[in-house]
Nanobody
Framework: QVQLVESGGDSVQSGGSLRLSCAAS????????MGWCRQVPGKARERVAL???????SYGNFVKGRFTISQDNGKNTLYLQMNSLNPEDTAMYYCAAGVGTDRLCTWKYWGRGNQVTGSS
């Protein structure tokens, strides 16, 4: 059974930084993809960043080099380092795990979400 537990959400001023963590268990299949998605009320959930088991990463166009996704396989933890945060980054951020690779990833499992707020 896959379980994903996020932590690190907070409110930061514009230009600030934040690191989200996701403690993952049960992701023992291959190929796998893991990542972060975000959602604001009334809008569709969008992909922020993805990493697959070949360590290939990809990012949403809006990231523009500000965020970095990484994983510590020894600790079974996924991270999202976010820099230069702005109010448009305010959203609920979800950790996700799925089947596939960077080219084609189908999300299967979700964490409960962590609120990130960028204040002006």
């Amino acid at each position: 059974q896959v379980q994903l537990v996020e932590s690190g959400g907070d409110s930061v001023q514009s230009g600030g930084s934040l690191r989200l963590s996701c403690a993952a268990s049960g992701v023992t299949y291959s190929p796998y993809c893991m990542g972060w998605c975000r959602q604001v009320p009334g809008k569709a959930r969008e992909r922020v960043a993805l990493i697959d088991n070949y360590a290939v990463t990809s990012y949403g166009n809006f990231v523009k080099g500000r965020f970095t996704i990484s994983q510590d396989n020894g600790k079974n933890t996924l991270y999202l380092q976010m820099n230069s945060l702005n109010p448009e980054d305010t959203a609920m951020y979800y950790c996700a795990a799925g089947v596939g690779t960077d080219r084609l990833c189908t999300w299967k499992y979700w964490g409960r979400g962590n609120q990130v707020t960028g204040s002006s």
